[in-house]
């Protein structure tokens, strides 16, 4: 015998009127009981003819729903309408939707006709302002009302909102952990009590992470006037220059994108940015923006139950207290923003741009014939010919001599030998890379009394800021934030398991990458579980380390190591314990891991130095110290990002010279496969 819908109903232990009213949509069924009656439904066997089952929509008297928004040129309205739209369908009733423009008077104007259309039985408002005098009719009217995306500052009224406060809160954290403590906050000038609650947001994050909040930091604008607020983002930048920008809202996000490209500022290298909304163009932004993501579904959703219950509640006569929901957010983090690095005194980092040697310093450095030496802390790698072709390649261009180059094999006893070495001849510079912060302390703080030194990476132990003339290095903890940043993007939002096999040694650069990109995971990706982190001291000890680590922890699929050195022997030992199903995060790039890259095996991104510019850039900073006028301390070289995707711009980028047949041939086949 067929079931009917009297089956359901008693199994249910509802009246056949709520089964019809929960299988048509036709009025608010609480969740709990809609979950009761499908589970009836299912096991009745009637889901046939519920799914036949034609929602009727309601004709005439309180047939619709009216949507009262700024507009609908943006996603964010645009996406609220469509759900909102499917949602109220699904109980028969119809959606109109009604532009204010954020215009006071074409607001009242929409309210006041909406108050006398019968065919109206519910308001859904983002109003113009959150005054409630303004609203004092509809208020009072027998229309259920509820606020979306802004309140009306009213106690009787229901609201559903995002998490302003949490969502810029969030923002503005991440650019202090990023190193930024000048940022700008561009918000809307109109009393708006989500507006209040997101300037508290960013003044509660400045607060919490003992960054001065600063008045003039806060841009006020009206969106609708674009030449007003694009001069006021001028006149903070000309005033403050921060090095970051945050939106509170998603008409405020292109605005300000718009009037920074007009400056000529290039994100992130110039300025950070983070947004709000994360509109759909976001993502195909050049960069890719970092913006506050909203969950608009999850807002609709509750929106269209809310409003069901309060014409419900107002059909039956049923007193009810005003609700505040709110949804939570959550940050998008992509390319828009980069981590700003300052010199170990807390000075500040300079863009290698800033090196140019002009005409003028150019004849005087030919006349000064000076001598320069240069101590490596390794050998036998593509990095250190490339750190040194760009370094002699400028010498030569301003007559410097380079009296002679060492390289220590990662060995800092070895490399006090050869410091020694290089002091007899008496150079004018010496251009070096210490093997250990610690060990080689002492020498190179006793040869600092005789000459000039340039560091390339890192500064000893014990130095102090007129210890040495200057030093570049790549962005440390951006490389170590992007490879962070990769391993998010390759979870894609999954559960994911990693092991991470970090660097020993006392080595600044690779401490801090390390720790960033274990941070970043840590913070950002709560569905990624870090398993283990084990260290290695001797490069060639990293494939007992990964065989370990892998024995102990056979559910890890991901890795970190520290360079690309050490990830060559942890790969060898994977391939040995056939576990070709790992994917390997590392840095730098060279031949051995770009051939793997290339074949879709293991090695799934880097973050590479720029070898030859941070060779070039030593030498410009050594030539300006040389002729006694530098003041540029500390030089910053931005990383460059490696995925498969642009493996072959990037060697041509990074190596200056097309990749190896091999490695371009299995690139083409794996890209096109």
Request: glycine content about 6%; aromatic content about 8%; overall charge neutral.
């Amino acid at each position: 015998m067929k079931p009917t819908i009297k089956d359901v109903a008693r199994l249910a232990g509802v009246s056949i009127a709520t089964v019809s009213h929960v299988i048509n949509r036709t009025r608010f069924v609480s969740p709990q009981l809609i979950e009761t009656v499908e589970q009836a439904i299912r096991e009745c066997g009637y889901t046939e003819k519920a799914a036949k089952k034609q929602v009727q929509y309601r004709v005439g008297q309180g047939s619709e729903i009216a949507l009262v928004v700024p507009g609908i040129e943006n996603t964010v309205y645009n996406h609220y309408a469509t759900a909102l739209s499917r949602g109220f369908a699904d109980h028969g009733l119809l959606l109109s939707i009604h532009i204010s423009n954020d215009d006071l008077a074409r607001e009242r104007h929409i309210l006041g006709r909406l108050a006398v259309n019968k065919t109206i039985s519910g308001i859904i408002l983002a109003p113009a302002t959150d005054s409630p005098k303004i609203y004092a009719k509809i208020i009072k009217g027998n229309i259920p009302l509820i606020c979306l995306e802004r309140r009306i500052d009213h106690p009787g009224i229901d609201c559903v909102l995002s998490e302003g406060h949490q969502a810029i809160y969030q923002g503005t954290e991440h650019l202090v952990r990023a190193g930024h403590d000048c940022i700008a906050f561009i918000m809307e000038d109109r009393k708006l009590v989500g507006g209040d609650e997101r300037l508290e947001g960013y003044r509660a994050a400045l607060r919490d992470n003992k960054v001065p909040f600063r008045r003039d930091l806060v841009i006020r604008v009206d969106h609708n006037n674009h030449a007003a607020a694009a001069d006021a983002i001028r006149q903070v930048w000309a005033s403050a220059t921060p090095t970051a920008f945050l939106a509170a809202g998603n008409k405020l996000t292109l605005l300000l994108a718009t009037a920074l490209d007009g400056l000529g500022l290039e994100c992130p290298r110039d300025v950070s940015i983070v947004g709000y909304g994360d509109e759909e163009w976001c993502a195909f932004a050049r960069p890719p923006l970092t913006a506050i993501q909203m969950d608009a579904d999850a807002v609709s959703r509750i929106t269209v139950e809310r409003m069901l219950e309060k014409i419900d509640n107002r059909r039956h006569g049923r007193n009810e207290l005003a609700e505040t929901r709110r949804v939570p957010v959550r940050l998008v983090i992509r390319g828009s923003t980069q981590v700003v690095s300052r010199g170990p005194f807390g000075e500040k980092a300079y863009p290698p741009e800033v090196l140019n040697i002009t005409e003028s310093e150019r004849h005087r450095l030919r006349r000064g014939n000076f001598k320069v030496g240069i101590s490596f802390h390794y050998s036998g790698t593509a990095w250190k010919r490339l750190h040194e072709s760009g370094i002699r390649d400028t010498f030569d261009r301003f007559g410097i001599k380079v009296i002679a180059v060492t390289e220590a094999h990662f060995d800092p006893q070895l490399q006090v030998t050869q410091l020694e070495s290089l002091r007899i001849h008496h150079p004018d510079a010496i251009i070096a890379i210490p093997a250990d912060d610690k060990v080689t302390a002492k020498k190179f703080k006793s040869l600092a009394r005789e000459t000039k030194l340039v560091f390339l990476s890192a500064i000893p132990e014990t130095f102090k800021q007129n210890d040495y003339a200057g030093c570049v290095t790549v962005n440390e903890r951006e490389s170590g934030r992007t490879v962070g940043l990769m391993m998010g993007e390759f979870a894609q939002g999954r559960p994911l398991r990693v092991g991470f096999i970090t660097h020993g040694a006392p080595f600044y650069g690779t401490l801090v990458r390390d720790r960033a990109a274990e941070q970043v995971v840590r913070e950002n990706y709560p569905h990624i579980q870090v398993v283990d982190i084990q260290p290695f001291y001797d490069i060639e000890r990293t494939h007992e380390v990964a065989k370990r680590m892998i024995a102990t922890h056979p559910d890890i699929e991901a890795l970190y190591i520290s360079w690309e050195r050490p990830a060559l022997h942890a790969i060898r030992a994977l391939k040995e314990m056939r576990r070709e199903d790992m994917a390997i995060f590392t840095f730098d790039l060279d031949r051995e891991i770009a051939g793997y890259m290339a074949r879709g095996e293991m090695v799934a991104g880097l973050s590479t130095q720029r070898p030859y510019e941070q060779g070039v850039a030593v030498a410009q900073l050594t030539a300006k110290t040389l002729l006694g006028d530098n003041p540029y301390k500390y030089v910053i070289i931005q990383p460059y990002s490696v995925q498969p995707k642009n493996l072959v711009r990037a060697w041509h980028d990074i190596i200056h010279e097309p990749p190896p047949e091999e490695v371009a041939q299995a690139w083409n086949f794996y890209v096109n496969s």
